[in-house]
C-alpha cells in the first residue's frame, strides 16, 4: 500500500469533514490512517483553523470542518457552496452594472432567496433573525468569482434581473416586510411592525395590539420559547399601566430582540430539518450551545425588566372594563386549588 | 397589640380576584373585606410565596388554552403540553370562558384576558409589596418531619406545607391569625382536633380563621 502524503492525508480528513463532525476513529477508519497520523494531522489543521474540536473527552474527540461561510457552520456540500457562490457573483455583478454600486448585505440575501425559489434550485433557505436567508452567508464585500456554471444559467441570469429591478429604492425594512407577506410569515411581520412601533415611541394602544398580535402567533407548540414569549408579553403589559412605560422603553426592546434571537434559533433548527438535518446532530454539534447561551441572556432582560417593574409598580387602582369584569366574573371562584 | 395575620394562598388569590365592578363571589367578598380591614401586621411564608407564583402562572395557562382552542377547535383544553398542567378543578373555568368567547374575534379576546390578567397580577404584586411585612420560613428550613406529620390528617401536601410553616413561625411569635379559606381540608373541626394529638401538643397554634366558615359581612363597594 502507498503511504500517503501528509497534504493527502490533511486534504482527505477535510473532505470526510465536509458532511458532519466525526470522531478521530471515524476520521481514521474513512481515512485509512492509523489513530496516531490523524491525530496529528488534525492538532495541524486546527492550528490552521480549519478544524475545530467540538467534543473533547478522555475517550473521545470530536472535529468540525471550519469553513466560515455559512451560519455556525452549518455543512454544505461542495456543489451546493459553488452554486451559491455562482448567484452572489452573479447578484452583485447585476448590481454593478445596473445600479453602479455593490447591494447591501440584505439586498443580496434577499435576492439569492428569491432566485433560489423562484427557479427551483436544491439549495438550503432558512428562516433566522432578519427572515429567510442563504444558509451561505451573503457578503457583498467578498469576491466570489467562480468557475461554476449551473444548468439554466440563461434562464437564472434572466431571473437576477428581474428580481434586481424589482429591489430597487427599497430600504432593508420594506425588503423584509415584503419577504414576510411574499413567504406568509406573519410571525416575523408581526415582529418587525412591534419593534418599529416599540422604537419610534408607538402610543399604549397601537402597542397593546401589536403585543397581542405578536404573541397570538408566537409558536406555542415548544413551550420554552412561548414561555419566554408570554413573559415578554405580560412584563411589556404591565409596564403599560404605569407612568415609567417611556422610561424603559430600551430595556424592553433589548428583551424583544434577545427573545426573539431565542424563537428564530427554533425557526432555523426547523427550517434545517425540513431539509433533511438531523435535529439530534444540530443540537449536538452545532446550535445546542449557542441556544443555552441565548436563552441564559433572554431570561436575564426578562428578569431585569420584571425586577424594575416590581420597583416602579404603584399603588393606584386600575378599574377593569366591562368586558374584562365579564371575564373576572368567571373566574371569580378560581383559586387554583 | 393587634395580632398579625398569616395568609394562605387562596386568601391571596381571592384577595386579588376581586373588583367593584365584577360579580364577585361570596369568598372573594370575605377575603377582600378581611384584607382591607384587618389592622394588623401581614405575614407570608416563602411557601406560600412560592405558591402565589405558580398559580399565577396557571392562571395565564387557562387564558392560553382557550385561545389555542379559538385558533384550533379542534384542540382538546388541558391537553397542549402546558395544559396539563391545569387540574380537573381548572378545566371547568377554560371550558366557561371559551363557551363566552369562542364567537368572538380571537384578537380582542387575547387582549381582553391580557388585561384581565395584568390587573389580576397587578393586585397581587401590590399586595406582596406593599402590605406584606413579614416573610418568614426559608422553603429549606421548612420542617419535613412535621409537614409529614401533618399528612397523617389532611390530605392535601400544598395545606401540610402551610400549616406546617404557621406552626413553624408561631413558635418563636406573638399569638397571630392563621387566615385560610379552604373549604375541604383546613376546616375549623379538624384544626381542633389536630391540637389535641399527642405529638403537636407542644405546638403553641396560631388563633385560626377559615374565611369559608365565616359570616359575610356586607361593605360599600369603593368606587373604580
Given at each position: ?207 397593546i395590539k401589536l403585543l397581542s398580535e405578536f404573541y397570538l402567533l408566537c409558536p406555542t407548540d415548544k413551550p420554552?420559547v412561548f414561555e419566554f414569549a408570554e413573559r415578554f408579553n405580560s412584563v411589556v403589559g404591565k409596564?403599560l399601566y ?64 420584571e ?11 386600575i378599574?377593569l372594563t366591562k368586558e374584562e369584569a365579564e371575564v373576572r366574573g368567571i373566574m371569580s371562584s378560581w383559586t387554583g386549588e | ?12 388569590i381571592s384577595?386579588a380576584s376581586y373588583s367593584?365592578?365584577a360579580v364577585?363571589a361570596?369568598?372573594v ?23 402565589i407564583n405558580n398559580r399565577v402562572k396557571k392562571r395565564r395557562i387557562i387564558y392560553d388554552e382557550v385561545l389555542r382552542k379559538m385558533k384550533y377547535p379542534?384542540h382538546l383544553i388541558g391537553e397542549s403540553e402546558k395544559g396539563r398542567d391545569l387540574s380537573n378543578n381548572d378545566i371547568p373555568y377554560a371550558k366557561k370562558l371559551y363557551e363566552s368567547n369562542k364567537n368572538n374575534p380571537i384578537e380582542d379576546t387575547s387582549i381582553k384576558f391580557n388585561n384581565e390578567q395584568l390587573k389580576f397580577e397587578r393586585r397581587i404584586y ?99
Open positions: 500500500m502507498v503511504k500517503k502524503t501528509n497534504e493527502e492525508i490533511r486534504r482527505r480528513i477535510l473532505s470526510v469533514l465536509e458532511h458532519n463532525p466525526l470522531s478521530v476513529r471515524q476520521i481514521s477508519e474513512k481515512v485509512e490512517s492509523n489513530w496516531s497520523t490523524i491525530n496529528d494531522a488534525l492538532e495541524d489543521l486546527k492550528e490552521d483553523l480549519l478544524v475545530k474540536e467540538i467534543v473533547s473527552t478522555d475517550k473521545i474527540k470530536v472535529y468540525q470542518k471550519v469553513t466560515g461561510d455559512t451560519y455556525y457552520n452549518l455543512p454544505i456540500t461542495d456543489e451546493q457552496r459553488q452554486f451559491f457562490r455562482y448567484l452572489f457573483y452573479s447578484v452583485i455583478q447585476e448590481y454593478k452594472l445596473e445600479k453602479k454600486r455593490l447591494p447591501k448585505k440584505t439586498e443580496l440575501a434577499k435576492a439569492v432567496v428569491d432566485i433560489i425559489h423562484e427557479e427551483d434550485i436544491s439549495l438550503p433557505t432558512v428562516w433566522y433573525l432578519y427572515g429567510q436567508i442563504p444558509l451561505m452567508i451573503a457578503d457583498p464585500s467578498r469576491d466570489y468569482s467562480t468557475s461554476f456554471v449551473p444548468e439554466h444559467a440563461k434562464k437564472i441570469s434572466e431571473s437576477i434581473r428581474v428580481i434586481v429591478k424589482r429591489q430597487e429604492n427599497k430600504n432593508s425594512h420594506q425588503l423584509r416586510s415584503e419577504q414576510y407577506n411574499k413567504y406568509g410569515n406573519k410571525l416575523y411581520d408581526s415582529k418587525e411592525r412591534l419593534i418599529t412601533s416599540l422604537v419610534r415611541g408607538g402610543n399604549e394602544k397601537e402597542i420554552e409596564f404605569e407612568d415609567s412605560f417611556d422610561k424603559y422603553r430600551t430595556q424592553m426592546i433589548i428583551s424583544l430582540e434577545n427573545v426573539w434571537k431565542v424563537i428564530t434559533t427554533h425557526s432555523l433548527i426547523d427550517s434545517l430539518t425540513s431539509q433533511g438535518y438531523s435535529r439530534e446532530e444540530l443540537m449536538q454539534f452545532y446550535l445546542g450551545s449557542s441556544l443555552e447561551n441565548m436563552k441564559i441572556v433572554a431570561d436575564e432582560c426578562l428578569s431585569n425588566l425586577s424594575i417593574y416590581f420597583s416602579e409598580l404603584t399603588e393606584k387602582d378599574s | 397589640m393587634e395580632k398579625k395575620n398569616f395568609f394562605d394562598t387562596s386568601v391571596v384577595y367593584p365592578v364577585n361570596e369568598i367578598e370575605k377575603c377582600y373585606n378581611y384584607i382591607q380591614d384587618a389592622k394588623g401586621i401581614f405575614i407570608l411564608c416563602y411557601y406560600v410565596i412560592s405558591e379542534a401590590n399586595f406582596l409589596k406593599n402590605l406584606v411585612k413579614e416573610r418568614l420560613i426559608p422553603l429549606n428550613e421548612m420542617s419535613d418531619k412535621l409537614v409529614n406529620l401533618l399528612h397523617e390528617f389532611i390530605t392535601e401536601y400544598a395545606d401540610c406545607k402551610v400549616l406546617a410553616c404557621a406552626l413553624q413561625a408561631q413558635q418563636s411569635e406573638e399569638l397571630f391569625f392563621f387566615v385560610t379559606a379552604d373549604k375541604k381540608h383546613l376546616n375549623p373541626n379538624m384544626y381542633e382536633f389536630l391540637k389535641e394529638d399527642d405529638r403537636l401538643k407542644d405546638y403553641l397554634f396560631p388563633e385560626f380563621i377559615n374565611l369559608m366558615f365565616t359570616k359575610s359581612k356586607k361593605r360599600c363597594a369603593t368606587p373604580p
